[in-house]
């Protein structure tokens, strides 16, 4: 069983920058990608950005070049470091794992509250 908690959301302003973190726990870290996602109130959930066990990464059109996703083997972490903040991007995000056999993302945490004042 794969356990996931987030950690690093908060309330910033626009332009600011935070960093989010996931530790991964339970399997072994290197047969997952990992992702995070979003999701506001009334939208769907969203993949913001995810990183194979080899560290390709892709990242939605709607962050590319402000968010950078990377992950850390010897530590399982992953961080999602977001900087240029939009009001836009205000939402809670989840970090979450796909083992490298299958189609969907079968592990998620709990989420992490992302505000961002204008």
């Known amino acids: 069983q794969v356990e996931l908690a987030e950690s690093g959301g908060g309330l910033v302003q626009a332009g600011d920058s935070l960093r989010l973190s996931c530790v991964f726990y339970g399997r072994t870290f290197s047969l997952y990608t990992m992702g995070w996602f979003r999701q506001a109130p009334g939208k769907e959930r969203e993949l913001v950005a995810a990183?194979?066990?080899?560290?390709?990464?892709y990242n939605a059109d709607s962050v590319k070049g402000r968010f950078t996703l990377s992950r850390d083997h010897a530590k399982n972490m992953v961080y999602l470091q977001m900087n240029s903040l939009k009001p836009e991007d205000t939402a809670k995000y989840y970090c979450a794992a796909r083992h490298i056999s299958a189609s969907d993302y079968d592990y998620w945490g709990q989420g992490t509250q992302v505000t961002v004042s204008s």
């Open positions: 990183i194979t066990s080899g560290s390709s990464t």
